[in-house]
């Protein structure tokens, strides 16, 4: 029930340490899960010179970096809907954003089976989980879910492990380039020192937008944003060092889908699909640890997997119909492919598929008619959306390649990309002559995602 503990379902959560009389013993793992909004891989540990992420630089040195994890959908309300059922949201039906369709039967938040187990469950801030059954999950799934809710609950019981999270905000795309510049720099950029802000004269600029002042001011304002969620980040851990605890904690930070910047949120590219991910494992489970700690990992992750990896972490069977794979744990396993689904997001219609592995992202677009830029009440707010609209009235020469390829009237029926050799994305393979490589992984992934 809601108020107590009850026995463990499954016999290897004995094997991890938990109690046989209903209460979860002081061996199990605590999971903590932190999760930025809107960012891509831009992170000073994932090489990005321009970053300033000091937080999560020193957190990075503990843990594995995954250099190929990827959201399920390029935009939130899907993502976190795959996230919380351990379901492709295609599956469920919750691949439109906005969708207030119910969950198949028997679906359920895969917390609720953490809690089963004894685990004290709570979630700060953030649901969003795209389906009329919301409220239903929220309700089974968290113990405590608010603004406030934390595991330092007065409701946790003494020596009760928990499964925390904490969505973080500051990085959303509302602050990197939709509110007034005024609004950005009383609730954003105040945070940080004078040496903190970012200097747009040094702001990479992708080969997708074209290099203006506006451009790179908003480029800073998102790193701006980023090095502010930092600061959140290194505060959590504080709080888990101050209590001890960080031991005896599994501690997940990730991202739910690339940047909110025009090309990476929406998009099927991996600068909309690849997010930063770092997992760090105690030294109590370090025969759990994919790598040694501080190295990374090309192993590919997708957001489907996480449920299923958690739930045999703490030792709790996962239900027959989630989709994933477990990553980390005792018969953990590599995945070769990862997909990907863009459907309507908001007023916004598209339909598109991607299947990546490694190497090669394939993309099929279903209304090739339309284009990537497409109006959007919410994003047109940017100044920088206006900026990239107007350069790619000037035409295919003078926009540019990659501009034109993202701000064009209409898109290719199929894309594909060497993501070793392209990792902007910007060469589309299947539009013109390929080699042999090309050709053949042309071949197969369109035969995998079919």
Same mark, same amino acid.
């Given at each position: 029930?809601?108020?107590?503990?009850?026995?463990?379902?499954?016999?290897?959560?004995?094997?991890?340490?938990?109690?046989?009389?209903?209460?979860?013993?002081?061996?199990?793992?605590?999971?903590?899960?932190?999760?930025?909004?809107? *960012?891509?891989?831009?992170?000073?540990?994932?090489?990005?010179?321009?970053?300033?992420?000091?937080?999560?630089?020193?957190?990075?040195?503990?843990?594995?970096?995954?250099?190929?994890?990827?959201?399920?959908?390029?935009?939130?309300?899907?993502?976190?809907?795959?996230?919380?059922?351990? *379901?492709?949201?295609?599956?469920?039906?919750?691949?439109?954003?906005?969708?207030?369709?119910?969950?198949?039967?028997?679906?359920?938040?895969?917390?609720?089976?953490?809690?089963?187990?004894?685990?004290?469950?709570?979630?700060?801030?953030?649901?969003?989980?795209?389906?009329?059954?919301?409220?239903?999950?929220?309700?089974?799934?968290?113990?405590?879910?608010?603004?406030?809710?934390?595991?330092?609950?007065?409701?946790?019981?003494?020596?009760?492990?928990?499964?925390?999270?904490?969505?973080? *905000?500051?990085?959303?795309?509302?602050?990197?380039?939709?509110?007034?510049?005024? %609004?950005?720099?009383?609730?954003?950029?105040?945070?940080?020192?004078?040496?903190?802000?970012?200097?747009?004269?040094?702001?990479?600029?992708?080969?997708?937008?074209?290099?203006?002042?506006?451009?790179?001011?908003?480029?800073?304002?998102?790193?701006?944003?980023?090095?502010?969620?930092?600061?959140?980040?290194?505060?959590?851990?504080?709080?888990?060092?101050?209590?001890?605890?960080? #031991?005896?904690?599994?501690?997940?930070?990730?991202?739910?889908?690339?940047?909110?910047?025009?090309?990476?949120?929406?998009?099927?590219?991996?600068?909309?699909?690849?997010?930063?991910?770092?997992?760090?494992?105690?030294?109590?489970?370090?025969?759990?640890?994919?790598?040694?700690?501080?190295?990374?990992?090309?192993?590919?992750?997708?957001?489907?997997?996480?449920?299923?990896?958690?739930?045999?972490?703490?030792?709790?069977? %996962?239900?027959?119909?989630?989709?994933?794979?477990?990553?980390?744990?005792?018969?953990?396993?590599?995945?070769?492919?990862?997909?990907?689904?863009?459907?309507?997001?908001?007023?916004?219609?598209?339909?598109?598929?991607?299947?990546? #592995?490694?190497?090669?992202?394939?993309?099929?677009?279903?209304?090739?008619?339309?284009?990537?830029?497409?109006?959007?009440?919410?994003?047109?707010?940017?100044?920088?959306?206006?900026?990239?609209?107007?350069?790619?009235?000037?035409?295919?020469?003078?926009?540019?390649?990659?501009?034109?390829?993202?701000?064009?009237?209409?898109?290719?029926?199929?894309?594909?990309?060497?993501?070793?050799?392209?990792?902007?994305?910007?060469?589309?393979?299947?539009?013109?002559?390929?080699?042999?490589?090309?050709?053949?992984?042309?071949?197969?992934?369109?035969?995998?995602?079919?």
């Amino acid at each position: 029930g809601k108020g107590g503990l009850v026995r463990f379902r499954n016999i290897r959560a004995r094997e991890l340490g938990a109690g046989v009389g209903g209460q979860a013993a002081a061996g199990m793992p605590n999971i903590l899960w932190i999760t930025a909004e809107d *960012m891509s891989p831009t992170l000073g540990c994932y090489g990005d010179s321009y970053a300033t992420t000091p937080h999560l630089d020193r957190f990075a040195k503990t843990a594995t970096r995954y250099d190929n994890a990827f959201a399920a959908s390029p935009v939130c309300s899907p993502s976190r809907s795959t996230l919380i059922t351990g *379901m492709y949201n295609v599956t469920t039906g919750t691949n439109q954003m906005r969708s207030g369709f119910p969950l198949p039967t028997g679906v359920k938040g895969f917390p609720s089976f953490m809690r089963r187990a004894g685990y004290f469950t709570t979630n700060n801030v953030k649901t969003d989980y795209n389906t009329g059954d919301a409220a239903r999950l929220i309700e089974e799934s968290w113990d405590e879910s608010s603004p406030k809710a934390h595991w330092r609950s007065p409701k946790r019981a003494p020596e009760q492990p928990f499964f925390a999270v904490f969505n973080i *905000m500051t990085s959303h795309q509302s602050r990197s380039m939709v509110w007034p510049f005024e %609004a950005f720099e009383k609730h954003v950029q105040s945070q940080l020192s004078p040496g903190e802000v970012h200097d747009p004269a040094g702001a990479p600029v992708p080969p997708y937008y074209p290099d203006t002042p506006g451009v790179r001011r908003t480029v800073a304002r998102y790193y701006d944003c980023v090095t502010a969620m930092d600061k959140r980040v290194g505060e959590i851990l504080a709080e888990l060092e101050e209590d001890g605890l960080r #031991d005896d904690t599994i501690i997940f930070f990730y991202s739910d889908h690339g940047s909110g910047m025009p090309r990476h949120k929406r998009l099927l590219h991996d600068s909309g699909m690849r997010v930063a991910m770092l997992v760090h494992l105690p030294e109590k489970w370090r025969h759990l640890r994919p790598t040694d700690t501080g190295a990374s990992t090309d192993q590919l992750v997708s957001f489907v997997d996480f449920a299923p990896t958690v739930l045999q972490l703490v030792g709790v069977e %996962a239900p027959a119909y989630m989709q994933g794979i477990p990553f980390l744990g005792d018969g953990a396993t590599q995945r070769r492919l990862v997909y990907g689904t863009r459907d309507r997001v908001d007023e916004v219609f598209e339909c598109a598929r991607s299947v990546r #592995d490694k190497r090669w992202l394939y993309i099929r677009n279903y209304l090739p008619d339309l284009s990537w830029n497409q109006p959007s009440v919410f994003s047109d707010l940017g100044d920088i959306r206006g900026e990239i609209s107007e350069f790619a009235k000037r035409g295919r020469e003078a926009a540019g390649v990659g501009l034109w390829h993202y701000a064009g009237p209409t898109k290719a029926v199929e894309e594909l990309y060497d993501c070793k050799a392209d990792p902007h994305n910007v060469r589309n393979l299947a539009a013109g002559d390929m080699g042999d490589e090309a050709r053949e992984a042309l071949r197969r992934l369109r035969t995998e995602y079919a």
